[in-house]
Structures are given as C-alpha cells and as structure tokens.
C-alpha cells in the first residue's frame, strides 16, 4: 500500500469526526495506541518558544540554538559542556515537569479495556499518567537511560540520580568532571539509549516489551480493534503509521483512526473505516471524555 499515491485527507467536521471516534472506542473489543512526538507536544513539552527560552538563556546567547531537539545535535567540544546541556534537557523533559492533563485523560479513555501502548516517545509520560508498564513499547529508547557508547555490552542503566545532580551543580555551561558518566563495564563514555545510529541497545527489557506487543497484536487479530494514531508524523512512518494501515486493511473488523493537527490523512483503501481528525490532540481527549 503506497501511502503517498493513495493519500485521503479528511475535511469533514472535527465534531463529528470526534463523535465517530468515541463510538469506535465504545465498541472496540481492543485498542491500539500509537503515539508520536505531537502527543506530547499537546501535553505541553514544547521543545521551542517559551519553555526553551526559559530552560537554557545561556546556550541560546552562546550558539544561537533555536530549539532543544536541533541544539542536541551540536558538537559540543568538551564532555563538560556537552552534560550541561543533556542534563538539562533530560531534568525538564524526563523529571521534572509535569503534562498537562493529556496523558492522564487518555489514560482514563482505555482505564479498564484491553489496550497496548507502541510509542516512539522517550519522555516516560505514559508510565507517569498511570499506564500499566506491561502494556507500553519504547522503541526508540528513554532518556532515563544511559548506554555504552560503544557499546561494549547490551545494557542500559537508569541515570535518575546522576542526572539530577548534573542538572543542580553545573556552573558557567559545565557540569563537574567527576560526574561525567563512564559505562561500569569497559570504562569508556556512557551515552543516552536514544535510537539514532546503529549503536542504540536494545536490552533485554526492550525485547520483552516487543515480545508483549507481538503477541498482543496476534491475540487481537480479526477482533473489533481500534489504531489510535496520535501525533505521528513522517519521520518514521515505518513504526507506527505504515504497520496500523496495514493492519487496518488486513482485518476487516478493524478501524483506523489518526488525530494529528495538519497531518490527519489515510489511504483511500481503508477510508470507509478511517477516521481522521485534524485538530489538537488535548481538544480531541478532552471532548471524549465529556
């Protein structure tokens, strides 16, 4: 199925639309969350404006960065640096602030139903709203994570309470030397288990996760499922986006559903059994739950 060729993008009433997909989740025997970068954007971790200006005055008058996700990339010249600015950026988006409501809403929307979570997220909000650990897939990593950056073995190690401290004690765009992560095992730089080159972990907890979704999904097949499709974009579509279409045409009983401001578009294939709501996610949540 060639998403590209056989695009439907969907103008109908977002009320509607709203309706439709509550009646969908009434009726669905299980459902399916696949969610995106927008989801937590709409749960207010905005990576630029405000929240960025606030976060990190410093590195902004210094680079001229213009947001959290593009400045994660610059080469910072010492590991010092390069720690102050990941420890903050992990403390605000990990640890210390709080959704606003999104992720808790929609944990009340599947409170008590047969659901599984396959997220591209690596903030944790899911766990921290209240979802059940077992029924959540993190592919592309967490950012309580460290790994080797070789790596040398694949674990990863929780790095909570380093964090913390890197994110307390720096001073002048530096965090102290002696609380530069090395990896226990070999000695060399520890790095985040973030998904963004052939060296990411996937440690045993990762594969149990997947293991847990596969047989989900098989244990759903030719049920009444709903693909709840929230903020997932094009950057990898062959996660979430491509697999819940493809699903949704295999099974006859299934319906797609994708809530994505500017971005809510499904194949014609499968558009009698779509629902595709360009809106904001929050406004989507919120009217569900009244």
């Known amino acids: 199925m060639y998403l590209s060729r056989t695009t439907s993008i969907y103008t109908k009433d977002c009320s509607a639309e709203t309706e439709r997909l509550g009646e969908a989740l009434e009726a669905a025997e299980a459902v399916v969350i696949g969610a995106g970068a927008g989801l937590s954007a709409a749960a207010g971790f905005a990576y630029s404006g405000e929240r960025f200006e606030r976060s990190f005055p410093d590195f ?24 102050a600015y990941w420890s903050r950026y992990i403390f605000i988006n990990r640890y210390e602030d709080k959704e606003n409501g999104v992720y808790s809403k929609l944990f009340e929307l599947v409170r008590g139903r047969e659901y599984f979570v396959l997220t591209t997220n690596v903030d944790h909000q899911f ?6 650990k077992n029924r959540l897939f993190y592919t592309q990593g967490d950012y309580g994570l460290f790994q080797c950056s070789v790596p040398c073995r694949r674990e990863t190690y929780g790095n909570e309470t ?4 890197m994110a307390a004690e720096q001073k002048n765009m530096r965090v102290p030397s002696e609380l530069i992560p090395l990896c226990p095992n070999c000695g060399r730089p520890m790095t ?10 996937q440690d045993e907890g990762w594969y149990r996760a997947s293991e847990r979704y596969c047989g989900f999904i098989r244990r759903c097949e030719n049920k009444r499922v709903l693909f709840l499709e929230l903020g997932v974009g094009f950057n990898t579509p062959a996660i979430i986006k491509l697999p ?27 558009a009698s059994r779509s629902i595709c709501i360009d809106a904001d996610i929050a406004a989507v949540i919120g009217s569900l739950l009244k």
């Open 127 to 132: 766990q921290k709203a209240g979802f059940d």
């Open 192 to 201: 985040l288990n973030l998904r963004s080159d052939g060296k990411f972990v």
């Open 60 to 83: 902004i008058e210094k680079y001229g960065f213009t947001d959290m996700y593009s400045a994660g990339f610059y080469p910072f010249e010492t590991p010092e640096e390069f720690w």
């Open 162 to 165: 380093v964090i913390r401290r």
């Open 244 to 270: 819940f279409i493809e699903m949704t045409a295999a099974n006859p009983n299934a319906v797609y559903a994708c809530v994505n401001k500017g971005e809510a578009l499904c194949p014609n294939e499968i």
